[in-house]
């Protein structure tokens, strides 16, 4: 049993409020359960309760044993003197506040539905990814519609947080949140966070001097990320050393930790080499790109605009030095749907909300319009009675479980919410 639990039972009002009674058999009389505090302070704030006729408003504070109070050192804290009800699932002792008064205590194991013990119980013992995984299918379709498009915008809400911070690091400059925001998921999922801080040690301000020249972008690229520390007898990475010293000294750059950039388990077009290269084919004289990036409306625009390859030299090379047989390194679809799904959409989310200008309608078209990722944890739902047919809900799917499944919040999931109320029967039927 949670504390959270009786947070939960008693804001949805799940048990039976006839009869009600505290441990000194006074009877209770709910008006107002109060206000969920989520901050430091009683649980509940500002809540309206009938004690023995008399009428008291004031803080509900809940815990699963009376005890807790003393072990919380809530009865040497004036803050808890205006508590009018102590909740608990177990009574152990009677408790007071600091002015040595005592706090009427109500059990609420006495009055919670059976069911909904048996059924939280069921999801609290569940070893699986899903808890939920052998009820799911028994939800009503709506629901589930309905909260995958919920999980899908707080994806994109939780990602607004992340743009707004590098708003604030960049003085409100979108390009330079596309820049670094763009070069972290060329990365991929393997390289994200250390293409991620070659952003960081290769300012924008920088990169965007010499986008009319793709040798010298490739040379700060390389040289920044580590490539060009050696001596390889490869005169395409000898001039780009070269190059790179140069701009060095002029800029002032630093050159990243050795070692942070990988190459394990990555097929060979999956090589960091060849994405940076294709960046910087991206970026050579495409101006205004973020705004460019903004008005893409459909997949097909993506793919136009993304139909690049990295430079000659990387025709017959996947790194430095080794030469392999002729192949043009293209931008496939996938990659770009990893660029759709991880930059365009949440910048276009981000801004504009920023703005004023949301459209939710071009966001939803947008993403549905992608196909399903595929990972490990979106074949584990597709198993269990929650399959995935777009973008859009293998975004929820990741949502889902990265904020709820994996962190056992089954009491804050509307899925897991209704099964739960499925376990409410009250002497008179189900609830």
């Keep these: 049993m949670k504390e959270e639990f009786l947070h939960y039972v008693w804001k949805n009002g799940f048990f039976k409020t006839e009869e009600l009674r505290t441990t000194l058999n006074q009877p209770i ?41 003393y072990a919380h050192g809530h009865e040497k804290d004036p803050a808890y003197d205006n508590v009018i009800l102590h909740i608990v699932y177990d009574d152990n002792m009677p408790v007071y506040n600091s002015n040595n008064v005592q706090i009427p205590t109500l059990v609420l194991s006495k009055y919670v539905y059976k069911g909904l013990i048996k059924n939280y119980n069921k999801l609290l013992k569940a070893k699986a990814i899903l808890r939920c995984q052998n009820d799911i299918g028994k939800i009503d379709k709506f629901t589930v519609i309905h909260y995958k498009y919920r999980l899908f915008f707080e994806r994109l809400e939780d990602k607004y947080t992340i743009v707004k911070s590098l708003l604030n690091q960049s003085n409100n400059d979108w390009n330079v949140v596309m820049y670094e925001t763009l070069l972290k998921y060329f990365g991929g999922n393997v390289n994200k966070e250390a293409f991620e801080m070659l952003a960081k040690y290769l300012p924008y301000q920088v990169f965007i001097k010499h986008i009319d020249s793709v040798f010298q972008l490739e040379a700060l690229l390389f040289g920044v990320s580590g490539f060009l520390n050696d001596d390889k007898p490869d005169s395409y990475y000898q001039k780009l050393k070269k190059e790179f010293l140069f701009l060095k000294e002029k800029y002032e750059l630093t050159i990243m930790p050795d070692k942070v950039i990988k190459f394990h388990r990555l097929r060979p077009l999956n090589f960091p080499t060849i994405r940076l290269a294709q960046f910087a084919q991206l970026c050579n004289n495409t101006t205004f790109l973020f705004e460019r990036l903004m008005n893409i409306k459909k997949k097909e625009e993506a793919y136009e605009f993304f139909n690049i390859s990295a430079g000659e030299y990387w025709k017959t090379h996947y790194n430095f030095e080794k030469s392999t047989k002729s192949k043009r390194k293209n931008v496939g679809t996938d990659f770009i749907d990893h660029i759709l799904i991880n930059v365009v959409v949440p910048l276009k989310f981000a801004y504009q909300k920023h703005f004023d200008t949301y459209n939710e309608d071009e966001i939803i078209n947008l993403i549905e319009s992608i196909k399903p990722e595929k990972n490990r944890i979106v074949t584990t739902f597709n198993k269990i009675d929650l399959k995935a047919k777009n973008a859009l809900d293998t975004q929820a799917i990741l949502q889902l479980n990265q904020k709820y499944c994996s962190q056992n919040k089954c009491l804050y999931c509307e899925i897991a919410h209704k099964i739960l109320k499925k376990g409410l029967i009250s002497d008179h039927g189900k609830v």
Excluded at 29 to 42: E, T
């Design 29 to 69: 009389k709910i008006v107002s359960k109060g206000f969920h505090n989520h901050n430091a302070g009683p649980d509940f704030s500002n809540a309206k309760i009938v004690i023995d006729d008399i009428l008291w408003v004031g803080n509900i504070e809940m815990h699963k044993a009376s005890s807790d109070w």
